[in-house]
């Protein structure tokens, strides 16, 4: 069942058009309308692709820009992968360290384009030093100002270090088309320059004048003064702007040197009054670009600081003594020279102490530092040291299932027994893929699916110690049930095979509670898989650790244990000597005839017994306090559970104190600034206007790749109306306030970053003598168009599909503009809701006036599942529903289970109110720690009611089952019955738990915090308020043999 369970979800990874990977992300809701528009016009890109490529059609790209948006810097363009891995949601880190993998290092390894890397016929000698081997990005934050001049001059020192003191860095930096070392991105550009560099020369008291930003304007659009802008203030206003022009191409690109002896720092407090007031200008804000790189997003008047800052440093290959840098060649000779160049380049960072110098990739930071502290990252370095972390985590995460074998081992005394438990669990595991894989059609795996190993293994070992204690447990039974094996295990069977069913059944129900109540696919999947899992591993300890048992009874239960056996007074002697000694039901026999001495039980078993908790409650003054203290804990815990809301930052994958996870952090502490690359929005007509996806006969349950077909307008024309259209909705995306500006150069030359068309469709048409509209034949029109012209850059926005009679058709196009959301940031789902608003109302105003033949357009943000901002948006809104959905849903399951099994409304209440405790006491302490709702929250709160109802539930069964007349005693009764088989799957669990919270990788912490939570809280809520409850107001037996008890 395993193998073939595995081979159903290889051969469905291999199959052809997939990528091989059995691990899929579909993390969010796929039937959500936002989320639908956007699998349709990915489908609809993917079928104009194809249709270009059998009718040979353009030149259109193979990958959209959509989905890999580049920066707009070649510097920060390098680190796509690394910035695609840091703002992943945890989940989805297979595909993510898919990425890092196929990128590092990086993406870009030239300041040419990627697909001019790869051209099979490129010339196999490259200037040296021209393309990008590697780049250093620093962050820095202060206490209080990291551009004072103190600050200011330790970047200076810094910058010395890493260029003109550095031996050799002529021979490792990028160059321009020169050989001069190219520029880095620093501060210390703004604040330092030559005599020619004057920005005291620019006056700051022209932002006072009233009618300053409607001067700018006017200024910048060459238009005469006039209007709300006066005269001598339109004078002053281009006198001023004129002077920052000539500020402006040092800003970008100038050179300088910050040493003491050159003597040119200039005023920073000047510098930085200009910078706070250029980034308050509403006029001038295509210019706070170049400023945000540098200032943080709380830098403004009056404080004029920023306690962050930033640089960039590149360097070149290739190195001296090698001709070409192609890392990404299928040419292993070519290949191997790109990774002894990088080989080359980590040896001299070493040697040369950078490492110290920038505190580079969690290396030791120099104490020299004392207002700036360095926080850096360099790309060739980073994957050696991240794989460092994925080893460390990898070993930590074994870890747990070598304890839970050890402990199993521990507590039964039996080498067999263990092993068997560790082989059920692995079996579980495996054999659940048959299940979901074969069966259910489920063949790929989910980012959480490896969770499910660490729920087995607690959950596994729990029903082995009920099992193995209940078989213990039988030796004092008495005649009846040692009168034979087959007596005595139809005992044991129906008390551990009935307490585990109930617990099975229990927690089965609430994964499959976690699945019905989530709309994405990963969650559903896991759901599914988790609770089948659960199942066979209640079937395989009924049967295997079954048989196991009774083989472990007639050869080895009375021998000593293997590790200790010479230990003991002739211990070697019954290991080796005595092949078959009288088994425990034998011993039982004689015990029950006068002819053997009664056994006593350990220390252990005696204590959960009689001591912990009975002998706290005991009496009903302790019960009370028992019962009072823990609803007192529950109190503040429910406050904390009103305070849960989404995620308002973005997904950790490493720990707050962690070098990696504090870089990312720093580079969110800015603006947008003009290098960064910035959300996608395509404007698109074409498709459906009520149902743009087909999503009959589909399941991204079952096909993950498969997300309906894009279902078009069937009104759709491109008329000379649609023409013109298009044309006026081109001008009302340039004068929106909603998209970004175009980066800005040394000429102050700033425009809209609207990729419009029609704008080129109509220029060359023009220019052609032909008239526009076209109004013969608009897609042959266009076709020609895109035949004659060699820019492929707009195949992506025109899309087709062959028509009836085999023509080839125009069904759908789209303008694409740049907003104002930064593409690496991850803004919280209120935030995004605001910007998706005010998209929307874009798209509400170019649909004023529509015309039939163009119909309704819609906004789509770029990027794929989660990545696309506004599918983020809808994914964390839902977190909070689906995890509060799903601790409902699995609350009324463990009900109705619960009521089933005790048939005592009371007793079922009791219970139901205990777990209920447990979920608010969990998710109040995780809130106070100062969790939001993620990904990996929302995976923690869905299956925490399947944590929560195993002890309440063994207890809960234990006491119905006693024969005592009176509550307290059938409390006592449960005890023994099962308080040390609670008591060692608490501790299995607690230990494997407390491992996993040592993991760097935060989903593994952060699930190993919340795994253990759940089975401390569970535990103690299930001895110390459900036992003393029940031993207060829990029902007396209704059984025959009770009422024979309670008559006169």
């Known amino acids: 069942m395993s193998m073939v369970g595995w081979m159903s979800v290889i051969n469905y990874a291999t199959l052809p058009g997939k990528d091989g990977n059995p691990f899929k992300t579909v993390d969010y809701p796929v039937a959500d309308p936002i989320a639908k528009q956007l699998n349709a016009f990915t489908q609809a890109q993917a079928h104009s692709n194809t249709v270009l490529q059998q009718q040979q059609l353009g030149r259109r790209r193979m990958h959209e820009a959509d989905n890999i948006h580049s920066a707009r810097s070649p510097a920060l363009a390098h680190l796509a992968p690394v910035w695609q891995f840091a703002t992943a949601e945890p989940f989805a880190l297979p595909r993510r360290l898919g990425l890092v993998i196929d990128g590092l290092g990086l993406v870009s390894h030239s300041s040419q384009p990627a697909r001019e890397l790869s051209h099979p016929r490129r010339q196999l000698t490259q200037t040296p030093q021209t393309s990008t081997l590697t780049v250093l990005l620093l962050g820095f934050r202060s206490s209080t100002d990291s551009l004072s001049p103190a600050g200011l001059a330790e970047l200076c020192e810094m910058h010395q270090g890493l ?199 969690g290396a030791g930071c120099s104490d020299t530092w004392q207002e700036v502290e360095p926080i850096s990252l360099i790309t060739v370095l980073f994957w050696q040291e991240f794989l460092i972390i994925l080893l460390g985590d990898g070993l930590l995460a074994i870890v747990p299932v070598v304890l839970v074998f050890l402990i199993v081992w521990l507590h039964t005394g039996s080498l067999l027994i263990a092993v068997v438990t560790l082989t059920e669990q692995v079996l ?71 307490a585990m069913l109930i617990t099975s059944a229990t927690t089965c129900a609430s994964f499959v509670a976690t699945a019905l109540s989530s709309s994405a696919p990963d969650l559903t999947n896991f759901g599914i898989f988790t609770a089948t899992v659960i199942l066979i591993d209640y079937i395989l300890v009924m049967t295997l650790l079954c048989a196991t048992v009774v083989i472990w009874h007639n050869h080895f239960e009375m021998k000593p244990g293997l590790c200790c056996a010479c230990c003991q007074t002739d211990g070697c002697d019954l290991l080796c000597n005595n092949p078959k000694p009288a088994t425990t039901t034998e011993r039982a026999q004689r015990i029950a005839t006068g002819q053997g001495e009664l056994i006593k039980k350990g220390r252990v078993v005696r204590f959960f017994e009689d001591v912990y908790p009975f002998a706290m409650i005991r009496r009903l003054p302790a019960r009370a306090a028992s019962v009072l203290c823990l609803l007192a804990l529950v109190a503040p815990m429910i406050w904390g559970v009103t305070k849960l809301e989404p995620q308002t930052n973005s997904a950790q994958i490493l720990p707050d104190s962690h070098p990696f996870q504090m870089f990312f952090d720093i580079y969110g502490e800015f603006p947008i600034s003009n290098v960064d690359s910035t959300v996608t929005i395509s404007i698109v007509w074409g498709l459906d206007e009520d149902d743009p996806l087909d999503t009959s006969g589909v399941s991204m349950l079952t096909d993950p790749d498969s997300p309906g077909q894009p279902r078009y307008n069937p009104n759709f024309d491109f008329d000379a109306a649609a023409q013109l259209k298009l044309e006026q909705a081109c001008d009302l995306l340039m004068a929106d306030e909603n998209v970004v500006f175009e980066t800005v150069d040394v000429d102050g030359v700033t425009t809209k970053n609207v990729q419009c068309w029609v704008y080129a469709f109509r220029d060359w048409r023009l220019a052609n003598g032909r008239s526009f509209p076209a109004t013969s034949g608009p897609t042959a029109a266009v076709l020609e168009w895109r035949a004659s012209v060699s820019d492929s850059s707009w195949d992506e926005d025109l899309g087709y599909q062959v028509g009836a009679g085999g023509g080839v058709e125009l069904v759908w196009t789209r303008i694409r503009v740049e907003s104002k959301i930064n593409e690496r940031g991850r803004p919280s789902a209120s935030e995004l809701r605001l910007y998706y608003d005010a998209w929307e109302a874009v798209a509400a105003d170019i649909n004023a006036n529509v015309t039939a033949s163009l119909g309704t357009s819609v906004q789509i943000a770029a990027g794929a599942g989660s990545d696309n901002k506004w599918v983020y948006m809808i994914q964390q809104e839902l977190y909070v529903r689906m995890a509060l959905v799903g601790c409902g849903v699995g609350l009324g399951i463990a009900f109705s289970v619960l009521l089933l099994a005790t048939q005592n409304l009371v007793v079922a209440t009791a219970c139901i109110a205990t777990i209920a405790c447990v979920l608010c006491t969990v998710i109040g302490a995780v809130v106070f720690r100062g969790w939001q709702l993620g990904s990996s929250e929302a995976i923690c709160l869905m299956t925490l009611t399947g944590f929560s109802v195993d002890y309440v539930v063994h207890l809960a069964h234990s006491y119905m089952d006693s024969g005592s007349l009176a509550a307290v005693e059938r409390a006592h009764d449960a005890l023994r019955t099962m308080g040390v088989s609670v008591f060692w799957g608490m501790l299995t669990s607690v230990i494997a738990a407390a491992v996993l919270t040592m993991c760097l990788l935060q989903p593994l912490h952060k699930f190993g915090l919340f795994f253990l939570l759940t089975i401390i809280f569970s535990y103690l809520w299930s001895t110390l308020f459900l036992m003393p409850l029940l031993a207060t107001i829990g029902p007396r037996p209704l059984t025959a043999a009770a009422k024979v008890q309670q008559a006169p």
């Open 428 to 498: 579980s595991f495996t054999s659940a893929l048959f299940v979901t894989a074969g069966v259910l059609n489920i063949r790929w795996l989910a980012g959480q699916h490896p969770l499910a190993i660490y729920i087995v293994l607690a959950i596994g070992a729990d029903d082995v110690f009920v099992f193995v204690d209940a078989w213990k447990q039988s030796f004092y039974a008495g005649p009846e049930v040692n009168a034979s094996l087959e007596a005595r295990m139809s005992w044991v069977y129906r008390r551990a095979g009935l």
């Open 163 to 361: 260029t003109s003191s550095a031996s050799g860095f002529d021979g490792k930096c990028l160059k321009d088309e020169h050989g001069t070392c190219s520029l880095p991105m620093t501060p210390l550009a703004i604040f330092y320059g030559p005599p020619g560099y004057n920005p005291e020369a620019f006056d700051v008291g022209v932002f006072d004048l009233s009618d300053f930003e409607a001067c700018a304007r006017a200024v910048q659009e060459g238009s005469a003064n006039g209007g709300s802008c006066s005269t001598s203030s339109y004078a002053e206003v281009a006198a001023a702007l004129g002077t920052f022009f000539a500020l402006l191409p040092h800003w970008l690109q100038g050179s300088f040197d910050c040493s003491s002896e050159a003597g040119q720092l200039k005023n920073v407090t000047h510098v930085k009054l200009l910078a706070a007031k250029l980034r308050a200008s509403s006029a001038l804000s295509p210019f706070a670009g170049v400023l945000n790189f540098f200032f943080d997003k709380d830098f403004a008047e009056p404080q004029l600081e920023s306690r962050h800052t930033r640089a960039v440093y590149s360097y070149g290959a290739p190195l001296p003594g090698y001709s070409t840098f192609l890392p990404d060649s299928s040419d292993p000779t070519l290949a191997a020279e790109a990774v002894a160049q990088k080989t080359a380049f980590k040896t001299w960072w070493y040697e040369e102490g950078m490492g110290g110098l920038v505190c580079s990739n």
